[in-house]
């Protein structure tokens, strides 16, 4: 059945994590999550990094050419509190969301061997673990600390709800990305971002104009408060408890670009919309960016969904980071989503 004739409920999460505290954090998850399943939601929206942080403000201890010992100490922990995917915590995660019936987006850091990725996890109302996100592009000093993702997990799952997908902050500014989501048909389009500049606003408005979709962006509110001790940062010097270091600016967004809630930049929240999903159509009566209002003739995009690795094993070498479940045939399984 088409989704496209449905009313959606969505809650977008505009909160701060317990920094370096999976564990309380996803006590975090678990409460904002009955609370917007308790009013109706199907699908639920964190930001990104929330588990365990978005390291604002922190250097690592890295000038051009060095590198301190208290920040290879700091990234030690930064990485003692991220998430194996699959693992424990994305477990958690699914168990959140079959007990409170939600479809469920939640940023996380990941880590993979020695490297952190900025990632975005979707689950079904079941709780299965549906796939993810790597960030492709981290900004500026985001590289310090978080590697590059590649095309091979650029999803857009088929749900119940609709099509869902994710980027990921600055990677919403980069035309090609959004243009292969919406070639994947993407209906609802998760943003979770660390941007609360006033101008993310227009860039969230342009995207759901641009792809005809739902946009739902996701910011964390975070004071000086929120940051625990062995958290160097900018802000060690501020004496004010309840400074904001992030301000938020959630929002939803319909496909004509019309504020539907927010943005906030008032404090925690939980920003709820019904969505229309018929309104997906009647704004690609005029305007289907992939469809009759593009001109492939002109303008072609190539992505490449391959997964990259350094070290590539053949012949009778078993690869170490894939270990061999069946040596006479991969059973490795894959999640299902749009191509």
Not at 79 to 102: T, Y
Not at 262 to 284: Q, W, Y
Request: with cysteine.
């Amino acid at each position: 059945m088409s989704s496209l004739g449905k009313i959606v409920k969505v809650a977008v999460v505009q909160a701060s994590p317990k920094i370096f505290n999976v564990e309380g954090t996803l006590d975090k998850i678990r409460g904002l999550c009955k609370d917007a399943a308790s009013q109706g939601a199907k699908l639920v929206l964190f930001p990104e990094a929330f588990i365990s942080c978005y390291p604002r403000g922190t250097t690592f201890g890295v000038r051009i050419g060095s590198r301190s010992p208290e920040g290879r100490e700091l990234f030690r922990v930064y990485w003692e509190s991220s998430v194996d995917v699959p693992g424990p915590v994305v477990d958690k995660l699914g168990v959140i969301a079959r007990e409170n019936g939600i479809h469920l987006v939640v940023g996380v850091v990941e880590r993979d061997g020695g490297t952190l990725y900025c990632t975005a996890l979707f689950f079904s109302d079941a709780g299965q673990f549906l796939g993810k996100h790597r960030k492709l592009m981290p900004t500026a000093a985001e590289r310090l600390c978080w590697g590059f993702g590649d095309g091979s997990t650029l999803p857009v799952f088929k749900t119940e709800l609709g099509k869902l997908g994710a980027a990921i902050c600055w990677e919403n500014y980069m035309p090609a990305l959004r243009m292969a989501m919406y070639a994947k048909g993407v209906e609802i389009y998760c943003a979770p971002t660390a941007d609360s500049r006033e101008s993310w606003l227009s860039t969230m408005r342009h995207i759901a104009m641009e792809g005809r979709c739902f946009v739902l962006g996701c910011n964390q509110f975070l004071r000086k408060c929120d940051y625990p001790s062995n958290f160097p940062s900018d802000y060690d010097e501020e004496t004010d408890d309840q400074f904001v270091i992030c301000r938020g600016g959630s929002c939803i967004i319909n496909p004509l670009g019309e504020i539907l809630a927010g943005p906030n930049f008032e404090g925690e929240a939980i920003l709820f919309a019904e969505l229309d999903m018929g309104d997906i159509i009647r704004g690609k009566f005029d305007f289907d960016v992939t469809g009759h209002y593009s001109r492939p003739d002109v303008f072609q995009i190539s992505v490449n969904e391959q997964q990259t690795r350094s070290v590539i094993f053949t012949g009778n070498s078993a690869d170490p980071a894939s270990p061999v479940v069946n040596p006479i045939k991969n059973t490795k399984k894959k999640s299902e989503e749009t191509t």
